[in-house]
Structure formats: C-alpha cells, structure tokens
C-alpha cells in the first residue's frame, strides 16, 4: 500500500466529503494491507481497491469518487486477502445469516446482501443522508427525581415486534404516567431475536425492530408526550460478529495477544462474550463517540448501562466477592464515561446497573449517576405476606446526597412478580394471596409503596397488568432456565380482565401523584418500610402526605403519623377527613392501604368496570365528530344545525346573504348561505348541545 496519512479530520469509518465523494478509513495495527470492496468498484480486490496506510501504520484508508449521493452503498473490507470484516463504525449493517428472516414490512426495501462478493456482514452508506423532521424542540426531561421509567423489550413488547407497536401504545403509556422509557438494546445484535446483550456493530439500530427513521420517529413521537426515552447500551462485552474482535482472534476464537480494544481473558466472573479493555485509550474513544452518536442523532435521553460493574481491569477471576470489592479504577473509568458524555450533552441520564458495594455506589450517586436499586427480594417477601423490608429501596437509606438510587422489583431479569405472588403467596384464616383478585390487590399495595417512597423508579412492561407468564416458559408446556431468553407473548388482552384493570388503574394513579404532586419529590420525608405495617411520611411547605398499608394477612393497627391535626383527604376514594388526636390507631384489613393528603385532589377512576380513558372523544354515533377510536367519552360530541331563510321576494345582496352567531364571534363572512333546490337559504354549523346560541341573518 502507498504509506500516506489521511486529510485531518478524517475519522474511522465513513468520511463523506460531497455527494460524489467520501474516504473511508479502516483502524487496523499490524496488518500488512487491506482492500476496500464495494458496490463502487464492483468488490474488486485489485490495485485501485488497495487502501492507503499512514505512516504509523495504524489506519488503513481510501477515497472513493463518482458516487450517486441518493444511492445505498455495499461495502466491506478484506484484510490481508483472507479475512472479510465489516465497518465497526457502519450504521447500516446487512448480513448473509438474519436478513432473509426479516419481514418486509419490518424494514421496507432493504439492501440486499451481496452474494457471490461477499460472506460476512457488510455496512450501508449514503453521502446524502436521509432527512428526519424533527419536531422536540421544545422538549424538557423529567427531573431524574420524578422519573417513572418503564423498561420494555421491543420484540415482546407487542405482537408486531416493531418500533411502531410502541408508538401505537404510547397514548396508553402517556395515561399510565410513565414519564420515561426504557429500551433494551437495539443495536445492531446477533440474531433477530435477541434480548440484545449480543451485540457486534455499535452505530447501527438492529433491523428485525424497524429502520433508523422509524426508532426516530418514536423517540420525537415520546418527546412530544413529554416522554424521555433511555438507551440500554452494551460497554462491557462483545460478540463474535465485531470486527474489532474478529481483526485478531486466535484461531481457537479466543481474543489475540495484540487486540488493541479487547481482554484476553475477562476481567470479572460475569462477563459473557469478548471483554473490552476501558483502560486502553483507543477503547475509551471508541465509546465516546458510540456515547455522543445516539444522543445527536437519535435524540436519546440517556444511557441505561449494562454490567457497569464490569467496566474494570481489577482482575477478579471467578471470585464474585473479590469483583464486589471497592474498586476506584472501576470509578475512574465510569467517570471519564460520564464526564465527557455530561460535557457534551449536559442532562444526560446515566443509569447504572451496577448492583455493587454500597461505599462504591455511594461515590457514584454522589457524583450524578443513577444506580439500579434492586428490591425484588424483599418486595417479593413483604407482598406475598413473608415480611420483607423495604426500606434500603430508599436513597436516604444508603446515605446518598442526592436521589439517585432508581428502585424497581421487577425488570426483564426477575422472575416475573405476579407469577411468584400467584404462586407462593401466603394464605390465613380464609385471607388466601394466591388467589387472583388478592393477588393483584397486593401487587397494587406493592406498586403504592414502590411509586410513592421517594426517589426514581422502574417498572417492567406490562407488570402493571400483573403480567404472570412464568419467566422460563419454554412455550410448549415445560419450563426450563435455557428458555429465559425465548420469545414470550405480549398480553395485553388482560386489559379486559376486570381485576388486571382495577390494577393498572391503580398504578396510573399512584404515577400521576409521583409526576405531578410536589410532596412526592420532597427531600423532607421518613420512611418506616421494615415490619408487616408500612408507612411513607412526606412533608413540603404546600402539601403533606401519609402513605399507610398492611403487608400481613391479617388486619392490624396502626398509628398513622400525621404530622397535624386538622383536614385530611383520601386519594383514592375522595374522603374527607377531621384528624384530632395524633394518637389513634387505624386499623386495616390485610392488603389494605391508604393514601392521605392534606390537600384535596379529583378522585381517580379506579372502577374494574369501565375502560380505561385513554382514547377519550365524542363516543355518539350519531354526532358529527364521533371517534370511533374513543373509549371514553370527554363531553366533545357536537351536531349539524341546519340554518334556513327564505328570502321570499327580497333580492339577494351581492355580497351574499350570511349567518353571523356568537359561535363563530359574529363574523358574518365566515358563513355564507346557498341556495338549495327548493329556493331556501341555508348553511349548516357544527354545535355542541345544551346550549343557547346568539345569531342572525345578514343580506349583504
């Protein structure tokens, strides 16, 4: 190869210069030469293929001309006449494996594979890109306080397994309350059915989900309903399928000695697939820039990061304990991470599954991040009747200074809640969990104190439905811990099951006081979450509440704490209540609960019955704006009034004869009058009834 560095600015990847032109640049160390094969030489291996190399001999790079701006272009690179890796930077990968396996209407007009040129994934490019209309402007994230963050997984998530099942849905995600989303991984992974923890090309949406505009679309989609939307992203590990592996690989597949992003052997006991070395500085700029690339072009919110634990060179083996330990070059790491990623996009969400050792999580929060906060154990316990404290789900608890710890008792990894309350709960003097009314009773009781104890917080898809498909369904009647990853079927059926109904109803209204009532947000509380009776005292200038449940399966007494006597109000039902002695106990049945305030609020709709209102309009068939799409009725419905005059032997004006009312603010030129068949004047306007309307006739 001509030994020559490139122009500056030039980076890795796809370089694209003007329409006709761009240089594509490949960083490969150590290898003697590298073709550039594509649709633009007719995947020659020739002279005029053979890429340039710089002087330190660590890139290897080439323009390309004459290209068609409007046109995907097919390419990959051959490495020392043997090896064929695709471009880690492409954001449009096609594989010879998956493709033909992708629905059409998943990924309309796809590129096809280039077969007979080509074996192993190759990258897509256009030098005039595809031009989205965005239209968030004006969108504000939720303070990382009030966040109600919903973890999904597109290809259960609905039966459609695309980015537009989500979008469908996000009317109902908008009325649930939920104010982020969360979605596991959607780059490119291996496989089309992945819960993408597999990943190979960074910089490319998986397919199998949709096109790159179509994720776009429901971000804006999100933003415009005041949604944050969260990327799960993968910096511990890689799959087979990255170049960056595959470019120095032993030939038992094992990572080579001289791989300039890649741990010969993993740093730590949990780490699946090819562990990244975040001390090398090629790694860290690596992640940088897959970091910046999905909040600038894709408009995410943030970042959930997988195994954040693993993102050391502390090395660990198989000792889980030792892994566990403080680690402050693991810190290290993760704030060159966050810093830059705050520095380029101040506000950025960065979420933590770290489930490490408190002190370490504790220097973590202190310094912005967000850290899972599992609680599925003691939830679990207290909700099945066992017990359970649930105070370390609260960030004061840890001895945190900010807010930071983001709880939840259910995510894709946990057997799923309402399987294990159905299954295991317990049962006293007729008080049975394990049947199914009780059951979802208690998983509200469980979502009130989850919702409510301040702080951020996650939920699963469809648990508000009191999804109870056992985790390891294997879908042909056995069960089996291989299946965890299968498929699993959306349910949203048990929308129409009165119980699961009278659940999500209360879970929507336990995440509109989370997102929208200020005591809910305060930094002056207690929380007293460790026996069977549980209560959440929160406290402002402006609003007060008290949060009571009992967790046992038999009634107890309870001294609320109010913090005065005086009016108080229940949330749920409307109920007024005159408070005098601080000192009464209340007594609750088991499973029940109460939500007190002292500042009276509309009543939710919590009635197992009724739909929910989340398509509300005109539901009379006979009105002129019926929405067939309504399931509830908001009071719209308006009608076609016929105004007629007869003129008689009066001529017309030339200016026309008109209709002038106070619903159209008497401005006559805004509805003219025709002449029908029988010689009658008359036009028609759409009105609401119960009303009385001003008008009259104009002739000219």
């Not at 989205?132 to 973890?151: A, C, G, H, N």
Request: net charge negative.
């Amino acid at each position: 190869p001509l030994i020559q560095d490139p122009p500056d600015g030039i980076v890795d990847g796809v370089n694209v210069l003007s329409p006709t032109s761009a240089i594509i640049q490949l960083r490969a160390p150590g290898k003697d030469y590298v073709h550039l094969r594509g649709d633009f030489n007719g995947f020659a291996i020739n002279d005029a293929s053979l890429m340039n190399q710089s002087v330190d001999g660590a890139r290897h790079w080439l323009q390309v001309n004459g290209l068609n701006g409007f046109q995907n272009w097919r390419y990959h690179f051959l490495i020392e006449g043997s090896l064929e890796v695709g471009d880690p930077y492409a954001e449009l990968i096609i594989d010879p494996w998956n493709d033909g396996y992708i629905p059409q209407d998943h990924f309309p007009n796809m590129p096809s594979f280039p077969f007979g040129q080509a074996n192993w994934p190759n990258g897509v490019f256009r030098t005039v890109p595809l031009e989205f209309e965005w239209t968030d402007q004006d969108f504000i994230r939720p303070s990382q306080d009030k966040l109600v963050v919903y973890e999904l997984l597109i290809r259960d998530f609905d039966e459609g397994q695309t980015y537009q099942d989500v979008i469908d849905r996000l009317d109902y995600l908008e009325w649930l309350g939920i104010n982020a989303i969360e979605l596991m991984p959607v780059s490119e992974f291996d496989g089309n059915l992945s819960w993408g923890y597999n990943p190979s090309f960074r910089l490319a949406p998986d397919k199998y989900y949709g096109t790159g505009e179509l994720l776009k679309s429901l971000i804006n989609a999100a933003h415009e309903r005041g949604i944050a939307v969260i990327m799960d992203i993968v910096p511990n590990h890689s799959f087979g399928l990255d170049p960056m592996v595959r470019m120095y690989q032993d030939a038992d597949g094992s990572v080579a000695p001289d791989n300039p992003w890649f741990n010969e052997a993993a740093m730590h006991p949990f780490s699946p697939g090819y562990d990244f070395n975040h001390s090398d500085p090629w790694t860290v700029e690596h992640w940088k820039r897959i970091f910046d690339y999905w909040l600038d072009e894709y408009h995410f919110d943030g970042y959930r990061i997988d195994l954040s634990k693993g993102l050391t060179q502390t090395f660990s083996g198989t000792d889980v304990g030792q892994w566990n330990l403080f680690d402050q070059s693991r810190i290290d790491i993760l704030f060159e991470y966050g810093n830059h990623i705050w520095s380029q996009n101040p506000g950025t969400y960065i979420i933590l599954e770290h489930l490490g050792s408190n002190a370490e999580e504790t220097v973590l929060a202190n310094g912005g991040f967000m850290l899972w906060g599992k609680m599925t154990n003691a939830y679990t316990q207290a909700t099945m009747g066992y017990g359970g404290d649930l105070n370390w789900g609260v960030w004061s608890n840890r001895g945190w200074n900010w807010p930071n710890l983001l709880t939840y008792f259910e995510s894709h990894d946990e057997q799923r809640f309402a399987h294990e309350v159905q299954a295991y709960g317990a049962s006293n003097n007729g008080y049975n969990i394990q049947e199914f009314e009780t059951a979802m009773e208690r998983i509200a009781l469980a979502h009130a104190f989850l919702l409510c104890a301040p702080g951020p917080k996650m939920m699963w898809q469809q648990g508000e439905l009191g999804y109870d498909l056992n985790l390891f369904d294997c879908g042909n009647g056995t069960f089996d811990e291989s299946c965890k990853l299968d498929e699993k079927p959306a349910l949203w059926e048990y929308l129409e099951v009165p119980e699961r109904r009278a659940l999500v109803k209360h879970i929507s209204a336990f995440t509109q006081l989370k997102t929208t009532q200020p005591v809910f947000s305060s930094w002056d509380f207690n929380v007293d979450m460790a026996n069977q009776g549980k209560r959440i005292h929160l406290y402002s200038p402006t609003q007060n509440a008290v949060i009571l449940g009992n967790f046992a399966t038999e009634g107890i007494n309870m001294v609320p704490g109010f913090p005065y006597a005086g009016t108080w109000y229940d949330y749920l039902t409307g109920e007024e209540i005159g408070v005098s002695d601080l000192t009464n106990a209340w007594y609750l049945e088991p499973g029940e609960f109460r939500i007190l305030l002292d500042t009276p609020l509309p009543v939710p709709d919590l009635d197992p019955n009724t739909p929910l209102q989340i398509y509300t309009g005109c539901t009379d068939s006979a009105a002129a704006n019926y929405d067939p799409e309504a399931t509830a009725d908001d009071g719209s419905c308006s009608y076609w009034v016929t105004f007629s005059m007869d003129l008689g032997t009066v001529e017309p004006n030339a200016a026309g004869v008109h209709l002038a009312g106070e619903f159209q603010t008497w401005d006559p030129g805004s509805t003219p009058l025709s002449l029908n068949a029988e010689g009658i004047w008359e036009t028609q306007v759409m009105l609401m009834p119960g009303q009385s309307y001003a008008y009259k006739f104009i002739n000219g």
